[in-house]
């Protein structure tokens, strides 16, 4: 009964009773780590093309090239200059089904994934450019240099390690003449 008379007096009470408990036993909730702030994406792309560049192998391989499939490439880049990095993949996938085991091409989809944030997919196609590459010269480094970056941005700092050593391994010194 005295539950009951109190209830009487107090309409509100139990309703009052029930948030001041909710409240007391609601904690704020933990914030998230946030993570370390890494590259961007465009960084990313930037610094995989900057390996081919760097890259003074004596020997670079230029692979006979379908006109059409070039014509893809410079469209894609220029979809790719201007931000569309959606039209860009949809070019080079037309590429791909014309050449699928091209290794430019397949770099150059790569690096349009990084962009568009397709981290695995990037690997994956760096992977596979150069399992059908020379393993020697710009393309190969660029295909190493994926691998470092997208390692880096899972903070696999062991696997950056490793792939680094790849890039390296992409370079072929000439004879050195006297």
Same mark, same amino acid.
């Given at each position: /009964? ?20 909710? &409240? ?30 760097? @890259?003074?192998?004596? #020997?670079? =391989? ?7 499939? =070039? ?6 880049? !220029? ?10 993949? &949809?070019?080079? @996938? /037309? ?16 690096? =349009?994934? #990084?962009? /568009?944030? @397709? ?5 994956? *196609? ?9 393993? !020697? ?8 240099? %994926? #691998?470092?970056? #997208?390692? *880096? !941005?899972?903070?696999?700092? &062991? ?13 072929? %010194?000439? =004879? !050195?003449?006297?």
């Amino acid at each position: /009964m005295p539950y009951r008379s109190f209830r009487l007096r107090h309409p509100l009470a139990p309703a009052a009773l029930a948030g001041l408990l909710l &409240t007391a036993c609601a904690q704020p909730a933990p914030e998230a780590p946030k993570p370390p702030p890494g590259k961007s994406n465009a960084l990313m792309v930037d610094e995989i093309r900057a390996a081919g560049e760097r @890259d003074k192998s004596v #020997i670079n =391989v230029h692979p006979l090239v379908d006109p059409g499939i =070039v014509a893809l490439q410079d469209a894609a880049r !220029q979809d790719e200059r201007s931000g569309q990095y959606q039209a860009a993949a &949809t070019k080079l @996938d /037309m590429a791909l089904k014309r050449s699928p085991e091209a290794p430019d091409v397949l770099q150059d989809r790569a690096e =349009v994934a #990084i962009y /568009m944030g @397709d981290f695995q997919l990037a690997e994956k *196609l760096a992977h596979q450019s150069w399992a059908l590459g020379s393993k !020697q010269g710009p393309l190969c480094a660029r295909n190493w240099q %994926t #691998i470092v970056e #997208i390692r *880096l !941005q899972v903070h696999d700092q &062991t696997g950056a390690a490793s792939a680094s050593k790849w890039v390296g391994e992409c370079r072929e %010194t000439g =004879v !050195q003449r006297l």
